[in-house]
């Protein structure tokens, strides 16, 4: 891979940490508002600590999106990608970015239960961690490791 690619590859890895940053401020916290009900106290008692952990959640889903980027390409070395057992890293770096989701979700339904359940919170906060670790590995990972996310061996075929 040639150092530019490398480089844009790197840089697109990024932007989507960014892009479900600018989603979570612009559109996630409006559908939010319209779609949840506290229990007790109001809406605005309860955005702000959704916004806090879905803020973590992307932090975290990006870094881990970051950390496989780099460990793929500058740090783990393979031969032939099935003789390797690299994709257990990926799964690895899946569960530490997707445990937030879990965790989110059970703190904020105890800590202000909604009427809607933990449902809504729980699925923006899914869509966080796919747009910001699930879709870049999946499109963006090295070549070396192109078809370690599932499945990415169907979707990224032709490049």
Not at 67 to 88: D, F, H, I
Not at 105 to 132: A, H
Request: hydrophobic letters at 55%; charged letters at 15%; glycine letters at 4%.
């Amino acid at each position: 891979m040639n150092p530019i690619k490398k480089i844009l590859y790197l840089l697109l890895v990024s932007s989507f940490g960014a892009l479900a940053v600018l989603l979570l401020v612009f559109l996630e916290e409006i559908w939010v508002y319209n779609m949840v009900t506290p229990l007790s106290g109001t809406i605005e008692r309860w955005l702000p600590s959704f916004r806090e952990y879905a803020l973590y959640g992307i932090l975290i889903a990006w870094v881990a999106a970051l950390v496989w980027y780099v460990l793929a390409q500058w740090v783990l070395k393979v031969n032939k990608y099935k003789e390797s057992g690299k994709r257990a890293v990926w799964l690895t770096l899946t569960l530490v970015a997707i445990l937030p989701v879990i965790i989110f979700s059970v703190i904020q339904s105890i800590d202000s239960p909604l009427q809607e359940g933990f449902v809504i919170p729980s699925l923006m906060y899914l869509l966080n961690f796919i747009i910001s670790f699930y879709l870049p590995t999946l499109l963006f990972s090295p070549s070396s490791f192109k078809f370690a996310p599932i499945p990415a061996k169907s979707i990224r075929r032709w490049w």
